[in-house]
């Protein structure tokens, strides 16, 4: 249990209702150093596989990504944690189907290394259903989908943010002061993170925008 370091953690607000994060890098990382080696060995590893950002995505068919993802899954790992990076992958993978598809790409053939997790040989054997035969198991795909094909990269990331914090939600709720909490604790803080930087920068686009209306209205 850990009770201190649950504790000593500020509360995370929703990204709809934040403006800044409560908590720095650095003052999670010391806060962090309460967890045993071997869970902070695990969320270490894990964090550096599916932690929210934008750089790093299975839409390039990244196979370095499915062979760390390979490899993290044959180590050991709590259970909890081994089904939240499950679910993250199931994202990517699913996206980088969508993004294919919406290319008008033909399936993936067997053998090739495009995506990871349980649903790859499913969405292979379903690419001719618009959403891979995967509502039932994913609500947020067809939405996903929707978004993609009207081009509103924001509008989808935060869909697939919300739905990600939704599954964090439910693990800390069953085990207030596990290692389930810890960790869902700092999966939030990242999705927190990467949406105030990237509503910072929709934001100064959205002012130059402006700021290019406003000057081509004076020199007319």
């Known amino acids: 249990m850990y009770y201190d370091l649950i504790t000593s953690l500020p509360h995370l607000p929703h990204s709809e209702q934040a403006e800044w994060l409560p908590i720095t890098p650095l003052r999670l990382q010391q806060r962090l150093k309460l967890l045993k080696p071997a869970h902070a060995e ?14 790093r ?15 993290l899954m044959d180590a050991p790992l709590e259970s909890p944690l081994r089904e939240y990076v499950a679910f993250r992958m199931d994202q990517q993978t699913i996206l980088a189907a969508l993004r294919s598809k919406r290319l008008q790409q033909p399936g993936p053939e067997e053998g090739t290394s495009w995506g990871a997790g349980a649903r790859v040989h499913h969405i292979r054997k379903h690419w001719d259903d618009p959403d891979f035969r995967l509502t039932y198991v994913f609500p947020w795909l067809a939405s996903a989908r929707d978004l993609l094909a009207a081009g509103d990269a924001h509008g989808l990331e935060r869909l697939l943010m919300d739905a990600a914090w939704q599954r964090l ?8 002061f596990s290692f389930e909490a810890v960790f869902a ?31 081509h209205v004076e020199h007319n």
């Open 185 to 215: 604790y700092v999966f939030q803080w990242d999705i927190l993170q990467a949406w105030l930087a990237a509503d910072a920068e929709q934001s100064t686009v959205r002012f130059r925008e402006l700021i290019d209306k406003v000057t």
């Open 57 to 71: 995505s299975l839409a390039n068919s990244d196979a370095a990504l499915v062979n760390e993802y390979a490899a």
């Open 42 to 55: 695990q969320l270490a590893r894990a964090r550096s596989l599916v932690m929210w950002r934008r750089e």
């Open 169 to 176: 939600n439910r693990f800390a709720q069953r085990n207030m």
